[in-house]
């Protein structure tokens, strides 16, 4: 173990000032959450509430809400009101040494989590590249506390960048990460403006030019379907992750969009070749977006838009007569469907849609704004009928309310499914209490705790130092790390050494009928790739026991921001792109502290110094051991 006293002592000096200056908070996410009676359904709504300015409106009560389902009137169990933190609202800054990370931030935890979803599936490559200009524009006056993460989507889901509040690591993500990438699926993925009728044009045969057309718009309806269902199947995906989390999310979705259901175009020979609809696949992702309690703001990646029958490449060919109008007709039939789309994605579970816009970086700050500041409501439904019927929820104000001309956008509804019928979990929008109890229970908790990109919980206050082991490769990995036994990652290795401290306060002991006290503290690492597979995994279990005298000596030394620390060593493949997760559990109260960093941050740091024996030994408050 080089170095660790001195630098545990340094670590735990720091910590205890943060400590000090910072207000408690609760954590983010509770492992102590309620657990509530299982059997019956719990409707869960987040309802977003503005003034005619579009400004949120602050300080309803629960009898300012009246709730129906189906036009009948429901009982509000539960009522909470959220609102996004003023800038000011933090705590001091802590400048820490290359290497040296920490959980603490200046912004208290908690408030709603925001995704950018970039979708370069459906997105021409000219229309990528300014939304990666318009979210540069934006990373730039980002409010600090913001908690957003970055996904990519092509044929799947990516992640790019997980939660994060640091405005530095969100500007690197959005310059280096965002990448624009042409679509195999669009008939243009450059600029998205294909001219179709060239091959038509070109025929003089009539029965050729109709066979052509023909397979054309065949071929576009199968490119469509192909990416309705992996967008489709990508935000189920995402709605499974984000359901680990507790709160309201806001999905901010950049793309190009498509039609839902694709109609017959009576241009064609055959008017019904080429229809197709993903309306049941559209309701299951739905249903789980709204169980995740996900709101989706849709902002077209393209802009605003004019109809390419105008534009200068038709150098004035065609333009008048049949097929001109055709073409003015055919665009505007498009646009309406793929604006339909997102406004029937956005309705359906409680966001906005932006279209016909140039000011995208404007856009994403109005939707983090607007769903930051929200109440959610719950409720039992009073018809226990579950046939799978579509159920409309409507709510509306009371009293001096109902008069101010206010907006409400909230989730219009869900399907009614049996709860006590077997089917697949993920298909019903209403979360029965149980699930929504076990969604929060400590189990699920750390099982989550540790995920790739997860946001990160503060419950523990730490600091970790994370350097080279040495400049040296091995093609082993080190003592007690864990691969994968299916797909073991390869060497050569490199090894890093991980050294904690955390505050002596923050852990748990319990006092035993003998009158001892007993604490564990589990430090573990888990090392992915950058798509989130687990590479490798390390941990230790420290198990505290302490006599009453030692106890003693124990309470001084915390009052005096003595710390507990680890070292932990493990090995990283030279040649992949890898993720480190660390994280420091107490086991009692089953708080974490987590901290994730990219390798790549500390691979071109020095190894640590060799250590320095102390020149007199110093006893621990401790007697811990270790499996």
Same mark, same amino acid.
């Given at each position: 173990?080089?170095e660790l006293?001195r630098f ?6 720091s910590?205890?000032l943060?400590?000090?200056q910072?207000?408690?908070?609760? $954590?983010?996410?509770?492992p102590?959450?309620?657990?509530i009676?299982a059997g019956t359904q719990l409707? %869960?709504?987040?309802?977003?509430? =503005?003034?005619s300015?579009?400004?949120p #409106? ?8 009246t709730?129906?389902?189906d036009?009948?009137?429901q009982?509000i ?5 959220? +609102? ?12 820490l040494?290359p290497?040296t990370?920490?959980?603490?931030t200046?912004v ?11 979708d @370069?599936?459906?997105?021409?490559m000219?229309d ?5 200009y318009?979210?540069?524009q ?7 506390? *913001?908690?957003i993460?970055i ?7 990516i992640l790019l960048?997980?939660? *994060?509040?640091?405005?530095e ?6 310059e280096?990460?965002?990448i624009?990438?042409a679509?195999?699926?669009?008939d243009?993925p450059?600029?998205?403006n ?8 070109a025929?003089g045969?009539a029965?050729?030019?109709?066979? #052509?057309t ?6 576009q309806s199968?490119?469509i379907q192909l990416? =309705?269902?992996?967008?489709l199947d990508?935000?189920?995906?995402l709605?499974r ?8 999310k806001?999905?901010? &979705? ?5 039609p839902?259901?694709?109609l017959p175009d009576?241009?064609?020979a ?5 229809m197709?609809?993903?309306e049941?696949?559209y309701? /299951? ?11 989706v ?27 001109f109008?055709?073409?003015i +007709? ?13 406004e ?5 579970t409680?966001?906005h849609?932006?279209?016909?816009t140039?000011?995208l970086?404007?856009a ?5 704004? @607007?769903?930051s500041n929200?109440y959610?409501?719950t409720?039992?439904p009073?018809n226990?009928? &579950? ?14 309310h109902a ?10 509804g869900? &399907? ?8 697949d979990?993920?298909?019903? +929008?209403a ?5 929504a ?16 990109g997860a946001?990160?919980?503060? /419950?523990?206050?730490f600091k970790?130092r ?5 400049t040296a490769?091995?093609?082993?990995? +080190?003592?007690?790390? %864990?691969?994968?036994p299916n ?8 090894r890093?050494? #991980?050294d ?9 002991l319990l ?6 006290h007993?604490?564990?503290v ?7 790739d950058?798509?989130?597979?687990l ?5 230790? @279990?420290?198990e505290i026991n302490?006599?009453p005298?030692?106890y003693?000596?124990y309470?001084?030394a915390?009052?005096?921001?003595a ?6 060593e493990i ?8 993720y480190?997760?660390?994280?420091i ?12 960093i990219? #390798?790549?941050?500390?691979?071109h ?6 250590p320095t024996p $102390?020149?007199t ?5 401790t ?5």
């Open positions: 173990m080089r006293p545990f002592a340094a670590l735990c000096f910590l205890t943060a400590a000090a910072t207000p408690a908070t609760p $954590p983010a996410h509770p102590d959450a309620q657990v009676h409707v %869960i709504v987040d309802v977003v509430v =503005q003034d300015n579009g400004h #409106v602050h300080g309803l009560k629960r009898e300012d809400l709730l129906t389902e036009k009948n009137p009982e169990r539960s009522f909470e009101e959220h +609102a996004a933190l003023p800038p000011t609202a933090h705590g001091p800054e802590m400048k040494p290497g990370f920490t959980d603490y200046p208290p935890p908690g408030g709603a989590l925001n995704i950018l979803l970039l @370069t599936l459906n997105t021409p000219a990528q590249s300014y939304v990666r318009q979210l540069q934006y990373v730039k006056q980002a409010d600090l506390g *913001t908690r993460a996904f990519g989507l092509t044929s799947r889901l960048q997980g939660f *994060t509040s640091d405005p690591t969100l500007k690197n993500a959005v280096h990460k965002l624009p990438r679509s195999s699926l669009l243009d450059v600029s998205g294909p001219d179709s009728d060239l091959i038509s044009d025929s045969l029965q050729t030019s109709a066979n #052509v023909q397979f054309e718009a065949m071929t199968f490119q990416r =309705q269902q992996y967008t990508a935000f189920s995906v709605a992750y984000l359901s680990s989390f507790p709160g309201r806001n999905l901010i &979705w950049f793309s190009g969009s498509f839902l259901n694709i009576p241009t064609l055959d008017p019904f070749s080429v197709a609809s993903a049941d696949e309701r /299951d992702t739905t249903n789980l977006l709204t169980r995740a309690q996900v709101a703001y849709p902002i077209d990646a393209r802009g605003l838009m004019g109809n390419p029958a105008f534009s200068a490449s038709q150098s004035g060919r065609g333009m008048n007569g049949p097929a109008a055709g073409k +007709a055919k665009f505007s039939q498009s646009q309406a469907q793929e604006h339909l789309t997102m029937a994605m956005a309705s359906d409680g966001g849609a932006f279209y016909n140039n000011g970086a404007e994403v700050a109005k939707a983090i704004e @607007t769903g929200y959610t409501v409720y039992t009073s226990h009928k &579950w046939n799978g019927a579509y159920r409309t929820i409507r709510i509306s104000l009371n009293g001096d008069s101010q001309n206010y907006k409400l956008a909230y989730r219009q869900y &399907w009614a499914d049996d709860p006590n019928q077997p089917r979990a993920n298909k019903s +929008a979360v029965t209490e149980a699930s109890a076990a969604t929060h229970s400590a189990s699920f908790y750390a099982l989550t705790a540790m995920a790739r946001p990160t919980p503060q /419950d523990i206050l970790v994370v350097l080279p082991a040495s490769t091995e093609d082993t990995p +080190a003592p007690g790390n %864990i691969l994968d797909q073991p990652v390869k060497g050569p290795f490199r890093y050494d #991980v904690y401290a955390a505050l002596a306060a923050a852990i748990t006092q035993q009928p003998d009158g001892s007993k604490g564990s589990e430090f573990s690492l888990r090392l992915y950058r798509d989130g597979k590479l490798n995994a390390m941990g230790k @279990t420290v302490l006599t005298e030692n003693a000596r309470e001084q915390a009052q005096k921001g710390g507990v620390g680890a070292h932990l090995s990283v493949p030279v040649k992949q792109e890898a480190l997760r660390i994280g559990h107490d086991l009692p109260s089953n708080r974490f502290g987590v901290v994730e990219p #390798v790549a941050t500390v691979a740091l020095a190894p640590p110094p060799e $102390p020149a030994p110093t006893p621990a408050p007697s811990p051991t270790s499996h």
